[in-house]
């Protein structure tokens, strides 16, 4: 199967060979996994035994190491993201995955979603970051100036990802519209929350190019409406990840803190998959604040059938950020 990114299978067989690896556990996340049986045999031609996890993966935050422990693998091999943290209970490999071909005739297709604005924000994920350079030279050449923004936390100037939108808010005052090269909308309503400005997707998937205004502000509405229902609410679960880089304890236990000097009943929940069927086991609770990944809140949140609130957004619930403040700060940063 022909690969549309580079999945660097010579550099794996060297890393597994240079380690000395006899067990090797390999990590995907969704439109990678296509690709899993292809690693293994790369694997298992380095010589060792290959094992593909079939777990849903979110992200960098979403590492497997757990998991290998168990299994008792020398190497953890995980696709798709840039390293977030040191884990040197086991040896981890990231591996980028970055598109091959060209986003020169997508990007073409977004001019006319453009037309109104001259000055364009550049932004895009790990797997297209190498392509930020034919980007900007499409809109240079109509004229438009680029600014690609880096804040210094992310590994690329340019760079998003599903909780970190610091590379645009760093050039957004610069800006009059951002440009956001990748598939899907999730980052891309992330880039709008997190700036307020309009931002038009390049798909290289799709091949197509669009505009999720109208999107942003149905989503602003939802998250409003949210907020106004949970103000109401008496009984508060906070939601604590155990995915690895999920756990925020000290941020629940802020929330839970706040929320009872507000009158609130709390309760503390700890959890790894945060799913609508897990929280309908507690009929009683009204509302729940997520402190792992705010995609749930955000992406997934009609998928819940209760209030599914950010941290931010339950401080605005709790007097202590207003909306337009909410806006400005952004939905991601605590």
């Known amino acids: 199967m022909p690969s549309l990114f580079d999945l660097e299978h010579k550099r794996l067989r060297k890393e597994i060979q240079e380690r000395k690896a006899k067990l090797v556990l390999i990590q995907l996340p969704e439109g990678l996994k296509q690709y899993g049986p292809m690693l293994a045999t790369t694997v298992a031609k380095a010589g060792a035994i290959p094992i593909l996890s079939a777990d849903s993966c979110y992200g960098a935050c979403d590492l497997a190491t ?27 490999l990231h591996i980028e995955a970055k598109a091959k071909g060209s986003i020169k005739n997508v990007t073409k ?33 109509v004229g438009k100036t680029v600014k690609i923004g880096d804040a210094g936390q992310l590994d690329y100037a340019g760079q998003v990802t599903g909780c970190n939108y610091s590379n645009a808010k760093v050039v957004s005052m610069e800006v009059e519209a951002f440009l956001f090269i990748g598939g899907g909308k999730f ?48 009984k508060i679960g906070i939601l604590i990840g155990l995915k690895t880089g999920q756990k925020r304890l000290d941020q629940a236990l802020k929330m839970k803190k706040l929320s009872e000097n507000a009158g609130k009943q709390v309760t503390l929940f700890a959890l790894k998959e945060i799913t609508p069927e897990a929280l309908m086991q507690f009929p009683a609770v009204e509302a729940f604040i997520n402190t792992a990944c705010p995609r749930l809140s955000l992406d997934d949140a009609k998928n819940f059938r209760r209030p599914l609130l950010t941290p931010n957004e339950m401080l605005v619930v709790l007097g202590e950020l207003k909306w337009g403040e909410l806006c400005a700060k952004g939905w991601f940063e605590s």
């Open 187 to 234: 980052h891309a309503l992330g880039v709008a929350l997190a700036t307020t400005k309009p931002t038009v997707v390049s798909d290289p998937y799709e091949k197509r190019a669009f505009i999720i205004e109208d999107e942003a502000a149905a989503m602003l509405k939802r998250r409003w409406a949210r907020i106004h229902e949970t103000k109401q609410a008496k």
């Open 109 to 141: 297709k977004a001019l006319p979603h453009l037309e109104t604005w001259r000055e364009i924000g550049l932004v895009t994920t790990i797997q297209h970051v190498h392509m930020l350079d034919e980007a900007r030279d499409v809109l240079l050449n």
């Open 66 to 92: 757990a998991e290998a422990k168990r299994l008792g693998a020398d190497l953890l091999v995980h696709y798709g993201h840039t390293e977030m943290s040191t884990h040197p209970s086991i040896s981890v």
